[in-house]
């Protein structure tokens, strides 16, 4: 059987989580200060002809500041760390590529708490005890994360158990953590105006204050688990609720290994991995509503051995409306069948357009759509050999610098979500047939 022995990176380290709001904005503060002088310090060997730079966008994204910026995200984790982690899979288009290259090492490391700071809120939650409450704990956690790190245990029936446990001070912080790294960004210009990183940073918070509350995401691993009770090809694991709280989350330890590990399989394994993966998200649009949002690809684990998909990390979980699915899927319908003009009308009834958008504009909102459907109206799509991601990475520039609205709030987590699998499907080399699938779909769905 194979299991997860350490998902903690080489590059993390144990390092003390700042909890208060006085020490974490303390944090930023000192970010602050560095980006204002290694940017000063790039100009200035710009000018003297040094190697520097003479551009002040280029010098604050210099190796040395997206440094700064890394090691403070790694430090204080929580809402800024999440943030970073939701840019890092912005096109380069939208978000300069030295940031996007800085926020993807953020995601990939995250550092851990000391024992001392993991005794306090184990105390906190589970009282003094909290150590006979477990037959066994270990002390160093094998996965951490932007809100909190996982350890391994044994109940004293001899379940073994994942124990999540979260930062100090990342739920009180959100707000001002967010506000911060934004605030610092916008100073020296990185986001462009068609990104709308105000919504972006409204959807960020909501979803940031569910994923702190380890009760609701109690609450959805059990009610996911029993909506997908009848596909025996995706396992949810049990929660223990008697040891479980707002900060601690224990559930039933699964067997698996995280997708980046799984890119070398044979080519029958990762076609069946990517294949169950877009089940999963047609499963979850049409099916249920309700969609495991966050497309971190250490929330899908494959076991080898009975070749099913283990699902974990439901904090960003939420439902959508039966009328934005039903338009939602109407569009694809329309993008499978080259109906431009249906795009075009149902972009604009869903919030996607105003209608006084350019026609530039609009040919490229509605040619994005159209390429994204492509996916389900082929025999087979090998998406080793796609252009789909560079094809849609083409017409970025369009829409962000003539787009009128942002898209509506449902899209940021929707869209993060598919592009991660579309993504993943990548990294596979997959080369299966997406359009039965979507065809049942179509052929089972009740419109209102």
């Keep these: 059987m194979i299991t997860i022995i350490c998902n903690l990176k080489v590059v993390a380290k144990q390092r003390t989580v700042p909890s208060s709001r006085i020490g974490r904005a303390a944090s930023f503060g000192q970010l602050f200060a560095g980006l204002g002088i290694g940017t000063i310090g790039e100009l200035t060997k710009g000018a003297l002809g040094l190697g520097g730079s003479t551009n002040v966008r280029d010098a604050f994204l210099s190796p040395q500041n997206s440094e700064r910026i890394v090691d403070t ?218 969609m495991q949002t966050d497309p971190n690809w250490s929330n899908f684990l494959y076991d080898e051995p009975t070749q099913r998909l283990m699902l974990i990390d439901f904090g960003a979980t939420r439902f959508y409306t039966k009328s934005f699915i039903d338009n939602y899927l109407r569009i694809i319908i329309a993008a499978t069948e080259n109906d431009r003009e249906t795009v075009r009308r149902l972009s604009i009834d869903m919030g996607f357009l105003t209608g006084h ?42 829409m962000i610098e003539q787009r009128l609205c942002p898209p509506p709030e449902e899209i940021y987590s929707l869209h993060r979500k598919l592009s991660g699998v579309f993504l993943l499907c990548f990294k596979l080399k997959a080369k299966f047939a997406c359009k039965p699938m979507f065809d049942k779909i179509v052929e089972n769905y009740k419109f209102d």
Aim: charged share 25%; glycine share 4%; hydrophobic share 45%.
């Design 73 to 290: 995200l790694c430090k204080v984790r929580g809402a800024a760390l999440k943030l970073g982690q939701i840019l890092s899979i912005q096109d380069t288009n939208v978000v300069s590529p030295q940031l996007i290259q800085a926020f993807d090492r953020v995601r990939q490391a995250a550092d851990y708490m000391p024992n001392f700071q993991v005794e306090k809120v184990m105390t906190e939650e589970l009282g003094k005890d909290w150590r006979s409450k477990y037959a066994s704990f270990d002390d160093k956690p094998f996965a951490a994360a932007s809100i909190g790190q996982v350890h391994k245990g044994i109940l004293y029936d001899n379940t073994e158990v994942a124990i999540k446990i979260q930062y100090p001070g990342v739920a009180q912080s959100i707000e001002s953590d967010i506000d911060n790294l934004v605030s610092m960004l916008k100073v020296w210009n990185v986001f462009p105006p068609g990104i709308f990183i105000d919504s972006i940073v409204k959807v960020a918070k909501r979803e940031l204050a569910w994923e702190v509350d380890y009760i609701r995401e109690a609450e959805f691993t059990t009610n996911f688990a029993e909506m997908i009770k009848n596909y025996p090809q995706f396992k949810v694991p049990r929660v223990i609720n008697d040891l479980t709280t707002s900060r601690v989350l224990t559930t039933e330890f699964v067997p698996g290994v995280p997708m980046d590990a799984c890119f070398n399989l044979s080519k029958e394994h990762r076609n069946h991995i990517a294949k169950m993966v877009m089940q999963l998200c047609l499963l979850e649009l049409f099916e249920i509503r309700c």
């Design 357 to 398: 958008e350019t026609q530039i504009m609009q040919k490229a909102h509605v040619d994005a759509v159209m390429i994204l459907g492509e996916v389900f109206n082929v025999k087979e799509f090998d998406f080793g050999a796609q252009q789909t991601t560079k094809r849609i990475a083409n017409l970025v520039p369009v």
